[in-house]
């Protein structure tokens, strides 16, 4: 059973520089990757090969099993694409715009009304089509571009940064969306935002410097470095010089009135004497949780040069 996409020593280069070099990753099933990287960290060029936007240097691109430069067409049926701007004709109405995508993915004519509203109904948009794209709010004319790049059922979704500029409601139903459609396509999904890949994403892919730093789960990303800070939540909260005089605290941040992020260095053993220093001095311990690593601190080590050599 061939792998969704199945990338192969992908390299290439702009004139005497190396974009990328040696990429090789695989999508094997349904559900979201997130590609993460820097500006310049190459993210953005393995994106146009993988898309058939760019033709590589050196190596192999394969959707479903067709290569995307010897078999394009065919390869290229089995993607789809949101671009960070969607590709939006705004003087067309949904109907129109959708029907036009459709005709350009070589649907059959037969098969393209029912495809338009299967999509729209997914997207939540089938209440404005007879509306100009040109009149939708930037959340909608969000879930326009997200139709149009799953109307013709492709095996592969390549999303670039789908969720940027959007307010907080909109935010909220396009993940709700983009996690819909992972349950029936496998989703590539580009950011430079740590946290939006950390939400939306159980598989992680990092590029950094041109090469493939890091390809694994979001809980080995999690876990990539110790913990050394903890949560803290009391009743009857101390002041923060009492918690510093505690062995091993090396910082606290009040977070709000009532609860604190406090930064140890050493063991564990921390949680045990906080906890004690709290029935001590009666600060009701309501909860204490130790941290994972921090996301910045994740991408800082990852991107550093030591980790690449």
Not at 112 to 136: D, P, Q
Not at 179 to 189: F, G, N, R, T
Request: with cysteine; charged share 25%; glycine share 8%.
């Amino acid at each position: 059973m061939s792998s969704i996409l199945r990338i192969e020593q992908l390299s290439h280069k702009y004139t005497s520089t190396w974009a990328i070099r040696d990429i090789n990753m695989e999508i094997a099933q349904n559900g979201i990757v997130g590609l993460l990287g820097s500006n310049g960290a190459g993210k953005s060029t393995t994106m146009n090969i993988i898309c058939g936007v760019l033709n590589q240097t050196e190596g192999d691109v394969f959707i479903n099993g067709f290569n995307i430069r010897t078999q394009a067409e065919s390869a290229k049926k089995e993607i789809g694409f949101l671009p960070q701007i969607p590709p939006l004709y705004k003087d067309l109405t949904i109907d129109e715009y959708l029907r036009y995508c459709a005709e350009l993915r070589f649907m059959e004519k037969g098969k393209i009304r029912a495809a338009v509203e299967e999509v729209k109904e997914m997207c939540g948009i089938a209440h404005f089509s007879n509306r100009l794209i040109s009149n939708l709010s930037g959340g909608y004319r969000q879930r326009v571009g997200i139709a149009q790049a799953i109307i013709h059922k492709p095996k592969l979704v390549v999303m670039d940064e789908p969720t940027n500029g959007l307010d907080p409601n909109q935010l909220i139903e396009v993940r709700k969306l983009i996690k819909e459609i992972s349950l029936d396509h496998a989703v590539l999904l580009s950011s430079h935002i740590l946290s939006e890949i950390h939400i939306l994403c159980k598989e992680i892919i990092m590029i950094e410097g041109g090469r493939l730093v890091f390809a694994d789960s979001m809980d080995a990303f999690d876990n990539y470095m110790p913990s050394n800070s903890l949560l803290m939540r009391m009743e009857n909260p101390p002041a923060m010089g009492d918690i510093l005089k505690i062995e091993g605290v090396s910082k606290v941040d009040f977070l709000t009135e009532k609860k604190a992020r406090i930064y140890f260095e050493g063991d564990e053993g921390i949680s045990e004497r906080l906890i004690a220093a709290g029935v001590q001095f009666n600060w009701q311990l309501r909860e204490i949780t130790i941290e994972k690593g921090q996301l910045d601190d994740i991408f800082k080590s990852l991107s550093s040069p030591q980790s690449n050599s």
